[in-house]
């Protein structure tokens, strides 16, 4: 029989978490209810912030804006190597395998613009709600502050689904 509620009118309602006629008693609808919004208002954040930490009882910390997250989601992806992610082996770029590959004796500007096309094909694949306005690549030849190992990497784009909202996001880096 469907676990029926009474209101004050004398209506019957049936209650849609258990309309098949479930009943317990440990499986109240006002506990389902009080723990649901005893955890949302806690936790109120996008995605993850890295690297992980915690935060109140036991949750991560999170981003709470749409660009922390969308900032956070293009540096995850650059850094994360094809290959790695279990169910999905495409996902990611060859950066961190070309930052081993900056003292090895290849065309610097081959090696930039090799870069500049992982960033526009991951970002264009994995991330389509976002249009790149400009990739810039810099190494110590144009940054001072960048040593021989390091490339630089700034990224201007829109966040097409948040009227247009623009941002940059600003990454180093360094082979091991």
Not at 35 to 63: C, D, H, M, T, W
Not at 89 to 115: C, R, Y
Not at 137 to 160: C, H, K
Request: hydrophobic residues 40%; aromatic residues 8%; negative net charge.
């Amino acid at each position: 029989m469907p676990r029926e509620n009474s209101t004050a009118g004398g209506e019957i309602t049936i209650d849609p978490f258990y309309p098949d006629g479930y009943v317990s008693t440990d499986q109240d609808r006002a506990q389902i209810i009080a723990q649901k919004e005893k955890y949302a208002a806690s936790v109120g954040s996008i995605n993850f912030k890295f690297p992980l930490q915690s935060a109140n009882r036991g949750f991560f910390q999170g981003n709470q804006t749409t660009i922390s997250a969308v900032r956070e989601d293009i540096k995850t992806l650059l850094m994360t190597v094809k290959g790695e992610r279990l169910m999905n082996k495409d996902m990611g770029t060859n950066i961190p395998v070309f930052a081993g590959q900056l003292f090895e004796p290849i065309h610097k500007s081959e090696l930039l613009e090799k870069i500049r096309m992982e960033v526009s094909v991951a970002i264009e694949n994995y991330l389509p709600f976002i249009r790149l306005q400009d990739v810039k690549l810099f190494t110590n030849d144009e940054d001072s502050n960048l040593t021989v190992n390091q490339v630089r990497i700034s990224i201007a784009y829109i966040i097409t689904d948040q009227q247009a909202m623009a941002d940059s996001v600003t990454m180093t880096v360094t082979s091991a």
